[in-house]
């Protein structure tokens, strides 16, 4: 995975409980990288093994660290600078999903090892959507929820999610039912949306 997920991981880390936490997790996971760069790609063992570390330092399980990272990702590279590409992706939720693998394409000319997950969404009601996630990585799919949190935030809007088809249990996908309800009205402005971090 590129060094940007791992520098993710270490912005929440801080967040959540400062740089002696960091250098816990960074030491329980046996890492020794001093600084990650965003544009260098590491082994994605690392990043697992970073999550693993955090799971156990922070008392909560592998799931958890997982989602709060997901609903972190939305600022977080908001604030790298990733606003811009966002803002063109999608007026609502399901337009921002329905675009999310044209987005990666897009973020691939300057992410050339880039490996991306893939989405399709289906409108299936007037506030609701099935989302489909491929990952060629096991795992990550409890970062969807945290994920959605955060966009349903920037939109405006309560999501609520049942995970009808999980990859844990045997499919060869995951699968979302995403209902969202409209809480405000969206701010005039960049919305700093993410790539997901799963690249």
């Known amino acids: 995975m590129y060094g940007l997920i791992n520098q993710g991981l270490h912005d929440l880390a801080v967040k959540m409980g400062g740089e002696e936490l960091w250098s816990e997790i960074k030491s329980s996971a046996g890492v020794g990288v001093e600084a990650f760069v965003a544009m ?37 590279t908001g604030r790298r600078g990733y606003g811009a590409i966002f803002d063109t992706m999608g007026h609502d939720l399901p337009e921002f999903f329905a675009n999310l693998d ?65 990859r844990a249990q045997g499919a060869d996908h995951d699968e979302f039912i995403i209902s969202y309800v409209a809480i405000a009205t969206k701010p005039a402005g960049s919305r700093h949306a993410a790539v997901a971090a799963d690249a």
């Open 40 to 76: 260098d790609t590491y082994p994605d063992d690392l990043t697992y093994r970073l999550v693993e570390a955090a799971s156990i330092a922070m008392h909560i399980s592998p799931a958890e660290v997982l989602h709060a990272f997901g609903k972190h990702w939305i600022l977080y």
């Open 102 to 166: 044209t987005m990666h394409d897009r973020l691939s000319l300057s992410m050339p090892d880039m490996r991306p997950p893939s989405f399709v969404c289906e409108q299936i009601g007037d506030h609701q959507i099935r989302l489909e996630y491929r990952s060629e990585r096991d795992g990550l799919a409890p970062m969807i929820p945290g994920l959605l949190e955060g966009l349903g935030e920037m939109y405006g809007m309560t999501v609520s999610l049942e995970h009808s088809v999980d």
